[in-house]
């Protein structure tokens, strides 16, 4: 099946800085979703990309679908952005496939 | 719109018993998916349902058990709990439309075996 791998596994951010998430896939997708799951553990929809650019806010994401990566950026990050960023894939089989996540710490 | 609702927030099982967990949406999706979330890891998943009468097995379904009757509900069966069960799980629905197949998730069931 897919595979999808997100780097890095873990960040510490001093609030106010940016980053950049990345999220590879080993093939073609038809979709791809980039998610928050918060420290209480919800699951909050950040974008549906499955390719070129959006932007939401502080948040925006590209994917090149041709190259089989996914970028998400946060700028200007806050200690509300702390959690879990899961990247996942759905290949046309019905199944979202997820990546293990970045964990995102943001301190004062 | 209350989107995906999940019952119960929490639950704890002995060895051997069973339970249901319940997910419904308002959103008139047909597609529905049930996930699970061990500590550390992504979703993986359990069965999903392209339409009322219509379930499939997904990626770990073995000890569980799911039945969609109508387009706003998908209950969850878990029969004789045992420990590798514990974990969180989530309910999910997609339609179709401009949004394609995005998935909107519940806010997940915190299970427990012991």
């Known amino acids: 099946g897919i595979q999808v791998e997100q780097s890095p596994p873990d960040l510490i951010l001093q609030e106010g800085a940016n980053s950049t998430l990345r999220c590879n896939f080993s093939d073609s997708v038809n979709n791809l979703q980039w998610f928050h799951q918060n420290p209480w553990g919800q699951l909050i929809n950040l974008f549906y990309i499955p390719s070129g650019t959006k932007q939401n806010g502080r948040l925006s994401a590209t994917t090149v679908a041709t190259e089989r990566y996914s970028l998400l950026y946060i700028s200007s990050s806050q200690t509300t952005d702390s959690g879990v960023y899961f990247c996942?894939?759905?290949?046309?089989?019905?199944?979202?496939?997820f990546g293990k996540g970045t964990k995102l710490s943001v301190i004062p | 719109n209350a989107g995906v609702t999940q019952t119960p927030k929490f639950r704890i099982l002995k060895i051997g018993q069973s339970m249901t967990l319940q997910c419904a949406q308002d959103m008139n999706h047909n597609y529905m998916y049930w996930y699970r979330q061990d500590p550390g890891m992504g979703l993986k998943l359990i069965y999903y349902?392209?339409?009322?009468?219509?379930?499939d097995k997904g990626e770990v379904p073995n000890g569980y058990n799911v039945s969609r009757s109508t387009t706003e509900d998908f209950p969850l069966r878990l029969e004789l709990a045992a420990p590798s069960q514990t974990s969180v799980y989530f309910c999910a629905s997609a339609g179709t439309g401009t949004s394609g197949n995005e998935q909107f998730f519940g806010p997940g069931t915190r299970l427990t075996v012991l």
């Open positions: 349902s392209v339409g009322a009468g219509i379930t």
């Open positions: 996942a894939v759905f290949s046309g089989s019905y199944q979202l496939t």
